[in-house]
């Protein structure tokens, strides 16, 4: 005998199921190739950016985390 308990073995047996049934779901995905993908990615940059509020920035008059009055302590 080498000591292990049944559970044991049984919860190693389930444990290896588990990982190699993980291990075919990530085989089986659709991967893209990075350089495709990150030309996209560009190109899609490229296109939105004057539309894009962290590069144009924001109008003091249209942004609404500015506060519209200031507190005056007296």
Do not use: W
């Amino acid at each position: 005998m080498s000591g292990k308990t049944p559970s044991c073995s049984n919860n190693s047996v389930i444990q290896a199921q588990k990982l190699v049934e993980q291990l075919r779901l990530e085989a089986s995905m659709v991967r893209f190739k990075i350089s495709l993908t990150a030309a996209d990615l560009v190109q899609y940059c490229q296109e939105h950016r004057c539309s894009d509020p962290l590069l144009m920035g924001i109008a003091a008059s249209s942004n609404p985390f500015k506060e519209k009055k200031t507190c005056v302590l007296l």
